[in-house]
């Protein structure tokens, strides 16, 4: 059974950096490319970008270039989501998913919520 | 980047009926990277339709997808209480992968 589980909710306050962890389960996690994807309060999905827990190559969003890392660690299986320079626009609920090469993701964590707040 | 505008924002129908949800994009998306999830609050996002038309596993054949180029759309054929969640397209032919604004659908 697949399945993808992420760490705790956190609160942090603005220009901090948090980082979110999330560990698959059920499948060879170098096969599959890991996906963030964010929801604000009241917001839509929003794409973050991806890695490839193989050759740990990644992909982002321009919108977050310079504050997101990507990175993974093969030994145990975890991918994780790091993000800085913190401010109440971030506050969010933080998914990860996995995707087979160039496809739709398919399976999702649970989210984890960051707040930002003083 | 692919601006992808679902319409419309909110439908509310009773069980039963049907559901139309359109996705129109700001260019032409190839169907195989076109996707359909629903979500629900407190839920992860579920994956329903992929390459526009292929159900994911364990998806009801309720559950159906169309279009192509510009124009997708997802169908719910017989509307059930559970089918109550927002709804969201997404095409991943061009970085950045970009999702819809969402339908949300009420059962009455």
């Known amino acids: 059974q697949v399945q993808l589980a992420q760490s705790g909710a956190e609160v942090k306050n603005p220009g901090a950096s948090v980082k979110v962890s999330c560990k698959p389960s059920?499948?060879?996690?170098?096969?599959?490319?890991i996906h963030w994807v964010r929801q604000a309060p009241g917001q839509g999905l929003e794409w973050m970008g991806w890695?490839?827990?193989?050759?740990?190559?990644?992909n982002y969003a321009q919108k977050f270039e310079g504050r997101v890392s990507l990175t993974r660690d093969t030994s145990i299986a975890a991918a994780y989501l790091g993000l800085s320079r913190l401010t109440s626009d971030d506050t969010a609920v933080y998914y990860c998913?996995?995707?087979?090469?160039?496809?739709?993701?398919?399976?999702w964590g649970q989210g984890t919520l960051v707040r930002v707040s003083s | 980047d692919t601006v992808l505008t679902q319409s419309p924002g909110t439908l509310s129908l009773s069980p039963g009926e049907r559901a139309i949800l359109s996705c129109r994009a700001s260019?032409?998306?190839?169907?195989?990277?076109l996707a359909w999830y629903q979500h629900k609050p407190g839920r992860a996002p579920r994956l329903l339709i992929y390459?526009?038309?292929s159900r994911a596993t364990g998806v009801p054949d309720r559950f159906s997808g169309s279009g192509s180029g510009t124009d997708f759309s997802l169908t719910i054929s017989r509307l059930e209480p559970e089918d109550s969640a927002v709804y969201y397209c997404?095409?991943?032919?061009?970085?950045?992968?970009?999702f819809g604004g969402g339908t949300k659908v009420e059962i009455k």
């Open positions: 998913a996995r995707a087979f090469g160039r496809s739709s993701p398919d399976h």
């Open positions: 059920g499948y060879a996690f170098s096969d599959f490319y």
């Open positions: 890695i490839n827990p193989k050759t740990g190559g990644t």
């Open positions: 260019q032409s998306v190839t169907s195989v990277y």
């Open positions: 390459g526009a038309y």
């Open positions: 997404q095409q991943f032919e061009s970085s950045p992968l970009t």
